[in-house]
């Protein structure tokens, strides 16, 4: 009979992230049952045997590069030293389902696994277990353009959707990293720059297929598009990081492809001239499609990787504005939003006056972490945070963190979904240089503190996942915490759904 | 030493509400544990006691006539026989945590009362208990016009603060019975005529103050206007009826007003031409603020109640039409529309040309349930179900409910949310003909059975109540009710929080 091991905190968690050596859990005095009893590598090994026997050897991989694939993300600023023992991949709900009641049998650790462009560490295995890579589930299973939506697998990449279904007239509007699944995308409620006027994925979830911890299959909801029928289920599974059920299935509200698009940039002296014009245009109502902020740095780093189809942008603080609508109803807008820029100093408003210029303009925008990585030195690493605060903290905030951010004399930059309160602050560092490791870990835990000041949250779209659980529980405490615990344990009472996320036991 | 009562459903239930019967609650195979047993009468009143001598003699009431108002509403299409023991008065949050922590201690149920004008017995005591009316906790408690979001007590009314925060330019767009309280308009997720544009009450929720069933004290989140920090709890909390927790305090998002509004009405030869145009609109992406339908026999009663500001209208099916944005936006919206409409045999489109004008025929609108109320014949009640269907179903199911319900031989009517698949049909019975109510419900049960067999849901903005617990399993079905039970034991383990609502133990 193998001994079995105590989940303990991986020390990896902790190597290459230091947030969570820094903040005080203040979570840890609500009570708790004994912790959870994972198996040991023996038997896990066994699962994955049995696993091959039932869906296949296709299915399953011990392969040193899929697991460290699988278990490692340089896209991420948290990782874990502990890999999964396999890759396991489902073809359908009820591989799914084969597998979760494997794991409840065997006290296995399941973490779904998706695109892996998460960044706060979602997808890492700190309590090893098998990584459930969903990416081969990417069917679109049926489409109601007549009822606008679309029932589409976990696997599903949102651009490809969106490819397939344009003929339709609609699109699901939810845009994070071009790379990202439907499945992934549930998972962490993700947003994009289009969140402003569209919300964020708990806004385009109609309903569900989930696999429960014990292998069971539930559907949330039905297809109306607005339901007060019985708890929202859709809402405390989507951002739940995986930690309550695995998503296997989605159907999506779909909106209307707007006819008319417009996008202009304007820049500023400051970043916080930029952020205040864009602040002002939220309160006026003005019905923007998207509104965001690159700071000097990042327009730099643009210019650096070529600029715009071969055009280089000025350094500066910059807005990227987007319309969309009737043609009178953008041309409108854009009137409106010159006038507010003009007030805050802003004397360069450019109109893009073709769609290949739009594009380009807004593919610039999209582009920017994958600007930042080209140019970044051999052997540094990029620490992206983000967080969010209520809206009229914006400017104050990213001026904070930009003189914050100075002081590291490291190569750092900002980028803002101005019009949801929500920045982005990057840093190039090296994490084998251990002084800057932690000068750059104390600037980004005083920047979240900041937000936490002016009652703003520690993630605005990234999840939580391995890297920020201490700084979650300082932002909503341990009773808050402890809710979300007894709804865990409620649903996952062996707590093999992604262990080590969000919150310990 | 008292000998406790097994908390099993009263018939009453059953008495007022046929539905109960009717369908078959196939949630009943999921395993639960033993069912809760509640202080007998005795204990109740010592609670009684200790609350008065705590919270002082106008918190608490015996009074046969408030212990009615409380128990029984005449709204409702479900009632129970049985009445709370008190009703309870709270002035703030600490109030509500002590009375938590007392009904723990001798395990009575706590029913949140607000304005009282649920529809599906939401508020009923079918376990006796204290009925805990919030609605003197009615302070706005902080604005924050440059966030664009106000902190309320959960018994603010809604009319009133759009009242009171209109010079800021903001609103909050959520718009149910002008009678609603904030914290009724959470605990069932209501929506109104407003939600096509801005949806339902759980897209206005930033963070809630949440007394749990053991007395503690827990916010939901801070205030961010975007999070994917942890579990969304605000999520779960709204539309839960009360049976996760009692909320007391709540930030809302607000809207900015718009500049322009435009109110236009549409006569069509059937109720399927209309929600058929309606369903075009939708489809074409139309930027509509509202879109309402009311059938032949609902303007009849308009007219018969004095007509709109004494000038009658067509008893015609009608959609209700309602534009907002710039000046030019809603004439443009205007002109799409009056095409589309003549597309579906409309030759009579009526825009209001003053404000006056607009506010009276939106008011005729707003006011059909007292319309009905006030012309139905001595002894008769309203039944009034709401489902909601995808939205390409939405004419077929209005037709087919006017069928159905005109076989009755009574009067009925069917009002239309066009926008959201959402319709009420209401049918005006009397309750003490065995025969009629008989034949009412088996035909409302009919219709919520069509609503599912089209995929919809039992529910669209009423919520579940006591009344449509079984058709509510008959939507989700038994592994879907068994999580929602799993999260209501894990925080509610003692199951006093509304027990007998939404879904049993």
Redesign the interface.
Same mark, same amino acid.
């Given at each position: 009979m193998p001994v079995p091991i105590r989940g303990l905190p991986s020390l990896g968690t902790a190597l290459l992230s230091g947030r969570n050596l820094s903040l005080q859990d203040n979570s840890q005095d609500y009570p708790h049952p004994t912790p959870p009893i994972y198996a040991d590598e023996q038997t896990m090994l066994q699962a994955v045997e049995d696993l091959r026997a039932h869906l296949g050897n296709d299915a399953v991989s011990v392969d040193q590069g899929d697991i460290e694939s699988h278990g490692y993300s340089e896209w991420s600023t948290s990782n874990s030293t502990i890999r999964p023992i396999a890759v396991i991949t489902p073809t359908c709900t009820e591989d799914v389902s084969f597998i979760a009641k494997l794991c409840t049998k065997y006290r296995i650790p399941m973490i779904p696994y998706g695109a892996g462009s998460s960044v706060e560490g979602n997808v890492s295995t700190p309590y090893s277990g098998l990584s459930i890579d969903l990416s081969q589930m990417n069917k679109i299973v049926d489409f109601?353009p +007549?009822? $606008? %939506?679309v029932v589409v697998e976990a696997g599903v990449n949102w651009v490809e959707l969106n490819r397939e279904i344009k003929s339709s *007239?609609l699109f699901l509007p939810v845009d994070p990293s071009p790379t990202a699944q439907i499945g992934g995308m549930v998972a962490?409620?993700? !947003?994009g720059t289009n =969140?402003m006027r569209y919300?964020?994925m708990? %806004?385009w979830v109609m309903n569900l297929t989930v696999v429960?911890a014990d292998g !069971?299959?539930?559907?949330?909801?039905?297809?109306?598009?607005?339901?007060?029928?019985?708890?929202?289920?859709?809402?405390?599974f989507? *951002? !739940?990081e995986g930690t309550?059920g695995i998503v296997t299935q989605i159907t999506l509200k779909l909106?209307? #492809?707007?006819?008319h698009f417009g996008v202009a940039t304007t820049t500023f002296l400051s970043v916080k001239d930029a952020a205040g014009a864009g602040t002002a245009m #939220?309160?006026?109502?003005i019905?923007l499609a998207a509104l965001e902020l690159m700071d000097d740095t990042q327009m730099e780093v643009i210019n650096r990787t070529g600029g715009i189809a071969g055009k280089l942008l000025p350094e500066k603080p910059t807005l990227f504005l987007r319309f969309s609508?009737?043609e009178? =109803?953008v041309q409108?807008s854009i009137t409106q939003v010159r006038d507010i820029c003009k007030g805050f100093g802003s004397n360069s408003f450019q109109i893009a006056t073709s769609e290949k210029e739009m594009e380009n303009l807004w593919s610039a925008r999209k582009q920017a972490l994958w600007a930042m990585l080209a140019v970044r030195p051999e052997g540094t690493q990029i620490w992206s945070t983000d967080v =969010?605060?209520? #809206?009229?903290?914006i400017a104050e905030i990213i001026d904070y963190s930009k003189k914050q951010a100075a002081q590291l004399g490291l190569f750092s930059s900002v980028l803002g979904?101005v019009g %949801?309160?929500?920045f982005h602050q990057a840093v190039m560092y090296n994490p084998d240089k251990i002084g800057e490791a932690i000068a750059v870990t104390a600037c980004l835990n005083d920047i979240i503190d900041k937000a936490?000041e002016m %009652?703003?949250?520690?993630?605005? +779209?990234?999840?939580?996942g391995l890297g920020?659980k201490a700084c979650?529980a300082k +932002?909503?405490?341990s *009773?808050?915490?402890?809710? $979300?615990r007894?709804?865990k344990?409620?649903?996952d009472p062996h707590w093999i759904l992604n262990p080590g996320k #969000?919150?310990d036991f």
């Open positions: 109601h +007549e009822d $606008m %939506d *007239g962490t409620n993700c !947003s =969140a919300g964020t708990k %806004d429960l !069971s299959v539930i559907q949330t909801r039905r297809r109306p598009r607005k339901t007060s029928a019985g708890y929202n289920l859709n809402g405390i989507t *951002g !739940s309550l909106a209307v #492809i707007p006819t #939220i309160r006026q109502g019905p609508g009737s009178r =109803a409108e =969010a605060v209520p #809206i009229s903290r979904h %949801d309160g929500n936490l %009652d703003g949250t520690v993630s605005g +779209e990234h999840g939580i920020k979650l +932002e909503l405490g *009773g808050t915490i402890g809710v $979300m007894s709804l344990r409620g649903l #969000i919150f």
